[in-house]
T-cell receptor
Framework: EPEVTQTPSHQVTQMGQEVILRCVPI?????FYWYRQILGQKVEFLVSFYNNEISEKSEIFDDQFSVERPDGSNFTLKIRSTKLEDSAMYFC?????????????FGQGTRLTVV | DQQVKQNSPSLSVQEGRISILNCDYTNSMFDYFLWYKKYPAEGPTFLIS?????DKNEDGRFTVFLNKSAKHLSLHIVPSQPGDSAVYFC?????????????FGKGTKLSVKP
């Protein structure tokens, strides 16, 4: 069964450092997403990506965040200068059509710890 | 400002009985609702969805009911099985064609006891 894979499963980084979280969406999917879940809180939307550009982003997704699909298979989330409050579980997701019309498949997540 | 609320952080039911998970929303622009299940150390897994033009959708043991006037939806699991023990997230979308801005509730942890 096709699945969304994320690497690494756990990343520890020092405050102020840049991190790149990687995702391989399901191969024939067209829509890609990043969500995050701070410990004990709800899952929050960060950004959606379609046709090589951001289609929607939340208030959380400020200038320190960026996304890229560098090679047609990977989908990355870059955090330029990490802050302690960026510590969270980051989930990548993909769907064949828009998320409203079909289910989104989530990866297992990357736990980011900023120290 | 919680637009999607799951007021019960946890629920415990006996195997074979019905589990009812509730979700309330405040934004009348939401027009598509989803339930996801999440096991520890895994990403959310899609369970079932419902469009605002319907009031019920059924898939095997899982049924979602939507009451638009009350801005309330519920997930019924019948019969409940120990493998259903997980955190269940209600999610909503809308805004006239959003491409992915799902709003999640905080989740309800379901424990099904043998």
């Amino acid at each position: 069964e096709p699945e969304v894979t994320q690497t690494p499963s756990h990343q520890v980084t020092q405050m102020g450092q840049e991190v790149i979280l990687r995702c391989v969406p399901i191969s024939n999917h067209l829509y890609f997403y990043w969500y995050r879940q701070i410990l004990g809180q709800k899952v929050e939307f960060l950004v959606s990506f379609y046709n090589n550009e951001i289609s929607e982003k939340s208030e959380i997704f400020d200038d320190q965040f960026s996304v890229e699909r560098p090679d047609g298979s990977n989908f990355t989330l870059k955090i330029r200068s990490t802050k302690l409050e960026d510590s969270a579980m980051y989930f990548c997701a993909s769907s064949g059509q828009g998320i409203m019309n079909t289910e989104a498949f989530f990866g297992q997540g990357t736990r980011l710890t900023v120290v | 400002d919680q637009q999607v609320k799951q007021n019960s952080p946890s629920l415990s039911v006996q195997e074979g009985r019905i589990s009812i998970l509730n979700c309330d929303y405040t934004n009348s622009m939401f027009d598509y609702f989803l339930w996801y299940k999440k096991y520890p150390a895994e990403g959310p897994t899609f369970l079932i969805s419902i469009s605002s033009i319907k009031d019920k959708n059924e898939d095997g043991r899982f049924t979602v009911f939507l009451n638009k006037s009350a801005k309330h939806l519920s997930l019924h699991i019948v019969p409940s099985q120990p493998g259903d023990s997980a955190v269940y997230f209600c999610a909503a979308s809308g805004y006239g064609g959003s491409q992915g801005n799902l709003i999640f509730g905080k989740g309800t942890k379901l424990s099904v006891k043998p």
